[in-house]
């Protein structure tokens, strides 16, 4: 198991007290693997320590604001890619079929292409296969990086971290084309209006269900399951 992506995977989830309770394991597992650059490990970290000391709410609105109400930001892969078209359906199943393989089961409330889904499929396979389909998507990831930047949001410390990992340089033609892509303002909501006016499925962390995110919730507690491999044996120390 690679604890780097699990981390990540986390870090990308909806604060809920559970994740917000572990932040000083998943800054042990990053430190404990060493996987990244230690500039990039300390401004992931520091994005979660962020995350714990923010008011409960706070951490949750702002995290709401970024990912679900602005589609630039969606943390579904195949929204960047395919949109709305048949073939994110065909995609979707493909990518299911791996997770299955992979002994990853998910559950009704989650969409497989949910990043933190994809980066927790990632921490099952040998390391070399993760970053080799990590890399198929780092377009799409430095494309976020960047928004996320643009937005001076310290998020972007995650992918960040995740095109590091990927060892790999997007296509410029590719970046470029989702570089076109139109940045809304949460608070223009004519904006938003159009940006979701077609869309059959609402993507993002949060299903509209009070303030709990059920597919960042089910992550969460799938990997409390398994501690992380710093948190078994006690080493790393804090950034």
Not at 156 to 166: D, M, N, P, Q, Y
């Amino acid at each position: 198991m690679i604890a780097t992506y699990k981390a990540l995977s986390i870090a990308l989830c909806y604060p809920t007290p559970e994740m917000r309770d572990g932040v000083e394991d998943l800054i042990a597992a990053l430190q404990h693997e060493a996987l990244l650059p230690h500039q990039t490990s300390c401004s992931v970290s520091a994005l979660l320590r962020e995350i714990a000391l923010l008011n409960h709410l706070e951490a949750q609105s702002r995290y709401v604001e970024l990912f679900d109400r602005t589609r630039a930001l969606s943390l579904h892969l195949f929204e960047h890619v395919h949109g709305e078209s048949r073939d994110r359906g065909q995609a979707m199943v493909s990518l299911l079929d791996r997770y299955r393989d992979a002994g990853l089961d998910m559950t009704a409330n989650e969409l497989p292409d949910y990043i933190p889904a994809f980066l927790e499929f990632l921490s099952l396979l040998p390391a070399a296969e993760a970053r080799a389909m990590l890399a198929e998507t780092v377009h799409i990831l430095s494309a976020l990086e960047e928004r996320l930047r643009k937005r001076e949001s310290p998020y972007a410390a995650v992918f960040e971290a995740l095109v590091i990992l990927s060892a790999s340089q997007p296509d410029q033609s590719v970046l470029a084309g989702l570089a076109e892509t139109e940045m809304e303002r949460p608070s223009d909501l004519a904006a938003l209006d159009r940006a979701w006016e077609e869309a059959e499925v609402r993507f993002g962390p949060d299903d509209g269900a009070g303030t709990s995110c059920p597919r960042a919730a089910d992550i969460v507690h799938r990997m409390s399951k398994e501690p992380l491999p710093s948190a078994r044996n006690g080493r790393g120390a804090s950034a």
